[in-house]
């Protein structure tokens, strides 16, 4: 038995000891629509990050609705860069850990509504971030 596993029954047997009726350690906000299920935000208690409670939070609302009219979790927030040295890879993992698929669509598209605002964001803010992905 690895040290991580035997750290989290020990820490849940201690949780269940100290909160019988149960403590919220994560929670998770969802939207449902047509046969989707889409989480939208999710977090946790960082005192009980070894625990991985997000993990948990997913599996049982796959569980909850395995059986429904629900067909499709989406759990959003992957990236479309799978090469092995993106940053976001380990998100990405994680989720495709579920055996779960990515959907492409086609891309994004600004519409500017005040162009103004839009053109000093395009030369200030903009130009920032350049000079950051360029170093």
Known sequence: MDILFSYKIVKSIELLKQYPEGITIAGTIIIKSKNTIHLIMDGYNKEYSKLCPLYLARWEIIQHYLNTEYKYFDMNAITGLFEEN???????????????????????????????????YK?????????DLKK
């Open 86 to 120: 993106n940053k976001y890879k380990n998100l990405n993992d994680m989720k495709f850990g579920y055996n779960a698929k990515a959907y492409e669509y086609i891309g994004e598209f600004n519409l500017i509504v005040n162009t103004p605002m839009y053109t000093l």
């Open 123 to 131: 030369s200030v803010i903009a130009e920032d971030s350049l000079k």
